[in-house]
């Protein structure tokens, strides 16, 4: 039996981080494969995860449980036939809907093979709000079905603001673990301990409970479900990348950074992520969330890639920006 771990969670939100700490703390040992989904075309999560030794199977440029949903079979059946292995991590695109890959998942008729097991949703505290205002639709979805939500960033976050967040979240799910300890403080086995503990209502039952639901609201054609306001992420979300072979410096990706989160004439920009040269032997990757900027060195990448995502993106923007010399 091959154990399902699904590490769900809107964009930026630490999903990455989470599968970087369970391989390097815990999983090392078993034999485990990660299917990792991008939006965008561009794979940057991918390469980050290979570095773990891990096999590691890209499906980009879309969500696995829309326009990528027969990918992901073949990709399934594929990586069960060929490794055999003991557990699969599937991180979906931070706008993919959590119900829909659970679907995905049942769709593929493995039962008695595969086991759905940990099933996380990762938040960041301090963009609930926000993303519950702006994106309710995917950003609910994430949270209603995990058995496990893990908040992030909580290490910089007041004990109210804390509270108030786990509250809003009882709400939409009252059955799920909340972990709300920073994850630094946390072991591996920690998380995993709390993420594999027997959820209160079987996950075959909230699958069926989910279905009947829809279907009863599917067939009410007048009622104001949110059934009836179904978006599929390329709807609402879009995606812009290029690469590269350009070497920046530094302190122009600083300042192009910095652009792209006060000119509001570039959309409204959710993530941004990339490996980029900044000298003739220098790397660095960068990791864009609202208000928040990463630069790391990091080895040389085979080229320059980024990837930007958000709503209303002014791409031919993006393009000039990302292009020009200064
Ligand atoms: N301080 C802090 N930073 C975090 C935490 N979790 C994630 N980050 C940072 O947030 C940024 C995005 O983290 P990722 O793990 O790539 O997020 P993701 O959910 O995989 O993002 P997508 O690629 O958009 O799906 C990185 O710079 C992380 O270092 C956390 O708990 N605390």
């Known amino acids: 039996m091959t154990k399902i771990d699904i590490v769900s969670g809107f964009l930026g939100a630490g999903k990455t981080t989470l599968i970087k700490k369970l391989l390097e703390e815990k999983f090392s040992t078993e034999k485990v494969v990660i299917i990792e989904n991008e939006f965008g075309e561009i794979g940057i999560d991918g390469s980050l995860l290979k570095k773990s ?33 003991e557990r699969i991590i599937i991180e979906p695109s931070g706008v993919g809907k959590l119900s829909e890959v659970l679907k995905a998942c049942e769709a593929l008729g493995l039962k008695g093979t595969l086991q759905i097991n940990m099933l996380i949703t990762v938040v960041d ?20 079905y995990a058995r496990t939500i893990i908040l992030s960033r909580t290490q910089k976050a007041p004990q109210e603001k804390l509270e108030k967040v786990v509250n809003s979240i009882r709400k939409l799910n009252d059955k ?17 301990a709390v993420a594999e503990q027997d959820a209160t209502v079987s996950l075959e039952e909230q699958i069926k409970k989910m279905i009947l639901k829809e279907k009863i609201h599917s067939d009410c054609c007048k009622c104001d479900y949110e059934h ?40 409204f920009i959710l993530r941004g992520k990339g490996f980029l040269q900044v000298d003739s032997r220098s790397w660095v990757q960068f990791d864009y969330v609202p208000g928040e900027t990463k630069i790391m060195r990091v080895s040389p990448d085979y080229t320059g890639r980024v990837c930007i995502i958000g709503k209303n993106l002014n791409k031919n923007k993006l393009e000039r920006l990302f292009h020009a010399t200064a």
């Open 53 to 85: 030794g891990i096999e590691v199977k890209e499906l980009n440029s879309g969500c696995i449980c829309c326009t990528l949903v027969g990918d992901f079979e073949k990709t399934i059946r594929e990586v069960i036939y060929k490794f055999k292995p």
């Open 125 to 144: 505290v301090f963009k609930y709000e926000i993303y519950l205002a702006n994106f309710g639709e995917f950003f609910q979805n994430q949270i209603k």
């Open 176 to 192: 799920a673990n909340i972990v709300t300890t920073p994850l630094e403080s946390l072991k591996a086995e920690q998380i995993i």
């Open 228 to 267: 009836q306001h179904h978006h599929s992420a390329d709807e609402v979300f879009e995606v812009w990348g290029m690469e590269t072979s350009k070497i920046f410096t530094e302190a122009r990706l600083k300042s192009i950074v910095a652009m792209l989160e006060n000119d509001d004439d570039f959309g």
